[in-house]
């Protein structure tokens, strides 16, 4: 089961989190992944927030899964509001009756994550360009 969800960011991107449930044979349990995603405004498709250009790549590749998934949420400016509320959404969709686990604990490790936050001076540099 996936689900996915945009998020418009403050500073002319968006954010998608794709969520990714999958079932474990013979229990009522799903293990719950995230993915983090991002595209400009000019951009057609979304992409990783730390791509090879990124000045993060190196640090991600030698890090385990869940420093890299964390080091990606941290660079795609997604909140820890926007986290819960897909995750709530993923949960309501999946029914009742089943137990939850996460792949990797991202919601508690995430506990001063504040997402993009811009000026107003900022916002209308960045509508201008």
Known sequence: MILEKIFPLSVGREAKIVVGGQVVRNR????IDYEFLIREKHDTDFRPPIGPNHPQYWKLKKSTAEKSQLLQLEYSGISRKQIKEVT?????????GYIFRYQNEIEERTKYLKGIRVSALSRRLLSVA
């Open 88 to 96: 709530r959404e993923f949960k309501r969709l999946a029914g009742p």
């Open 28 to 31: 009522n349990e799903i293990i």
